[in-house]
């Protein structure tokens, strides 16, 4: 009886064991040989590409254009890709030569970690190594707790940043990303967070590293990156993979050729070959469907037409003030356009049907925007530059004479 209590015992453990330690990017399941297909959709790369995770965006950093969505504004939880924007974190509020100290609490968290013990210490700038690289989550909470005192006062460090990046469905409450119902972003938000978090060229480099020696209490200790598109997959440079049973397998990719750069989010795949197989068909996709044109010289010409007519027609009212009208200045006129669309560009203009003495020197009156296939591209403010001077009463004396002299 006792022996088969053990081998109970033994059962169950061998079964629930798995939930604790494989969730989230597992150093196990990660040492496996990194599987790359040998082609995606490579018969007819400018197709629409075939995909079967749930969420996908792929993002332009030039203009921020989405070139490829499949549900990509829907609230989901995203894994261990939380850690985007820990790092974030990190590099704006911590210098990375400080000592972190690894609590019990650190130390102990379930899911993919670095497997240091109680009281390891390292510098900022290894622990940010071993949370990018193979996907910390005991380097996430010793972050937190060392940054904010607590991993929910640091989440609410995450949320801010988030309100400040304009990310509105965003909302952390963990620095790791383990499954919590209060814990998401969109795949199209996560792309944001990631081009904002690429701008720093620390974060850049620690995502972009396949191997690094770090320094754990001392010791060297070689990691390699849980990324299975970097160094393995043409124009990959970044940026982070994430698993969990309710996020399923996340990975996101920064990829730059011929000078186009973008980033893929692939969220809520089945498997691990299943996210590798989509991100790297959306990616082909992408860079043999897309090309950039710049529109600069027709935004300047469609608006010197309509210039022309608006300052000779706008009707005005009390004040017989020529108006002059220019555009914002737009700071990229460089755009991702499928093949020869620069063709189908149009454009649509919004005015003040009428101007008075009332609307002041810069003062938006209108705008002009730049539409791809029913999708825009672009929006400038249309600006009245001059000032409309009210009429005066000697303007209206003259009106009455005349009108007096026309009637006879």
């Not at 965006?57 to 850690?83: C, F, G, I, W």
């Not at 620095?175 to 919590?180: A, E, Q, R, V, Y």
């Not at 620390?202 to 070689?222: D, E, L, Q």
């Not at 020869?340 to 649509?348: C, G, P």
């Amino acid at each position: 009886m006792y022996i088969q209590k053990i081998l109970i015992s033994f059962l169950i453990f061998t079964l629930i064991f798995p939930l604790f330690c494989f969730a989230d990017d597992s150093l196990p399941e990660e040492e496996w040989d990194v599987f790359v297909p040998a082609s995606a959709d490579s018969e007819n790369p400018t197709k629409e590409p075939t995909t079967n995770s749930k969420y996908i965006v792929a993002l332009d950093r030039k203009s921020l254009s989405v070139l490829y969505e499949k549900n990509a504004y829907k609230e989901v939880p995203m894994a261990s890709t939380t850690k985007i924007m820990t790092a974030t974190i990190v590099l704006e509020n911590c210098d990375l030569s400080e000592t972190v100290e690894f609590s019990k609490e650190a130390a102990n968290v379930r899911g993919s970690c670095l497997e240091v013990s109680t009281g390891t210490k390292m510098s900022m700038n290894d622990v940010l190594y071993g949370l990018m690289m193979r996907s910390g989550n005991d380097c996430a909470v010793a972050i937190a707790e060392h940054i904010s005192g607590s991993v929910e006062a640091f989440a609410d460090l995450m949320n801010q940043k988030a309100q400040e990046l304009n990310l509105v469905h965003t909302h952390f409450v963990t620095p790791h990303g383990l499954d919590d119902e209060n814990h998401y972003t969109t795949a199209y938000e996560l792309a944001l967070l990631t081009d904002y978090a690429l701008k720093n060229e620390k974060f850049k480099n620690i995502v972009a590293t396949k191997t690094a020696t770090i320094s754990v209490n001392g010791y060297p200790r070689t990691i390699s990156n849980t990324n299975e598109l970097l160094g393995n997959f043409e124009g990959v440079y970044g940026v982070k993979t994430g698993f969990t049973f309710n996020a399923g397998r996340c990975l996101v990719s920064s990829c730059k050729r011929n000078g186009m750069d973008i980033i893929v989010v692939v969220l809520g795949a089945d498997t691990k070959n299943q996210r590798t197989r989509d991100s790297m068909n959306v990616i082909n996709y992408v860079y043999s469907t897309f090309k950039y044109v710049d529109i600069a010289d027709y935004i300047a010409e469609g608006f010197a037409e309509y210039k022309e007519y608006y300052e000779n027609h706008a009707f005005l009212y009390k004040t017989t003030t020529k108006p002059n009208i220019a555009l914002s200045s737009l700071e990229n006129t460089t755009f991702p356009l499928k093949g020869n669309s620069a063709t189908t560009l149009e454009t649509k203009f919004y005015a003040l049907n009428s101007l008075t003495s009332e609307i002041s020197a810069n003062d938006k009156i209108g705008s002009m925007s730049v539409f791809c296939e029913e999708k825009m591209l672009c929006s400038m403010d249309i600006i009245l530059t001059n000032q409309l001077e009210q009429n005066s009463w000697q303007y209206y004396f003259g009106r009455i004479l005349k009108d007096f002299r026309n009637s006879f």
